[in-house]
């Protein structure tokens, strides 16, 4: 029997314009999370984390900050379907 991984799934928005330079800086962090959007004419981005990778993914965040002050983190949320 295989045991079943529940995602952590974090919202946070992001100026359209700097999606890209946000997904570099997350893929470049060691992948702490999954990087995905709904609408690209939407600042609502997912990040996708396993339970392990969830904390550290939140002080990968407090660092990209630094290069994205207007980086906005709504929170938590229960799941996403990104089609």
Do not use: H
């Given at each position: 029997m295989s045991k079943e991984v529940k995602a952590r799934v974090l919202l946070v928005k992001v100026p359209k314009e700097?999606?890209?330079?946000?997904?570099?800086?997350?893929?470049?962090?060691?992948?702490?999370?999954?990087?995905?959007?709904r609408e690209k004419s939407s600042e609502e981005v997912y990040l996708?984390?396993?339970?392990?990778?969830?904390?550290?993914?939140?002080?990968v965040l407090?660092?990209?900050r630094s290069f994205?002050?207007?980086?906005?983190?709504?929170?938590?949320?229960?799941?996403?379907?990104?089609g």
């Open positions: 700097k999606i890209g330079l946000f997904t570099a800086l997350i893929d470049g962090s060691g992948r702490y999370a999954i990087v995905r959007t996708i984390a396993t339970p392990d990778t969830f904390s550290g993914l939140l002080k407090e660092e990209v994205l002050p207007e980086l906005n983190l709504v929170g938590e949320v229960e799941s996403i379907d990104v």
